[in-house]
């Protein structure tokens, strides 16, 4: 039974000495430990040096409890301001006019184009528009970086097409808003109040 106990005497003096070195570790990383600690070695190890921020400043504002909180942008503000957009590639062709929840694609310069409902999801490099068209994804994806079309005219959006599980790139530029027109409103009932 002794020699038991001495055994697992003798098992649990190393566990202690790595706890203890682990916590010195952990007090000189965090900068809690005394001005010098003494390290495995016997070496006089200086304090760590306090950490910086993970994020940027410019990302993520650092809060210092001093004034108020205050709202960060998180999508990008050129696309976010369009409110409709015509996109286009060449190698195959093809073109999407954007505007609302709604996208027309065209894949031929003969083709009438289908319609295709879309819901907008801004962030933070662009905003991009995602339906279905033959139960496949059907994405836009638009981007404010400058790009020069199959006829050499620069255009100030990049576009991506991906359907059918494919992605094809290309340019875009911002489109007109349908409105109602003229017609519509004349022929629509009076309404009295």
Known sequence: MLTR???????????????SEAMMDLRRNLGVGGAAEEDATGEVAA???????????????????????RAVATIEPVTSQTAAFIARG???????QIAG??????????????S??????????????IGVL????????LRPVACRDAAGARQPFTARLTIGGETRAGCAEPGAVATPSADAAANAPATSG
Not at 47 to 69: C, F, K, N, Y
Not at 116 to 129: D, H, K, L, Q, S
Request: glycine content about 8%; aromatic content about 8%; overall charge negative.
């Open 5 to 19: 106990l001495a055994l697992v005497a003798l098992l649990t003096l190393p566990v202690a000495a790595c706890e």
């Open 47 to 69: 304090p760590a040096e306090p950490r910086g921020p993970v994020v940027s400043p410019l990302v993520q504002p650092i809060e210092t409890g001093t004034a108020e909180p």
């Open 90 to 96: 060449a190698e195959p062709f093809w073109n999407v």
């Open 101 to 114: 929840n709604s996208a027309v694609y065209r894949a031929s310069e003969a083709e009438a184009g289908r």
């Open 116 to 129: 295709i409902a879309v819901n907008r999801i801004p962030f933070t490099g662009g905003v991009e528009y």
């Open 134 to 141: 033959n139960g496949r994804p059907f994405v836009v994806n």
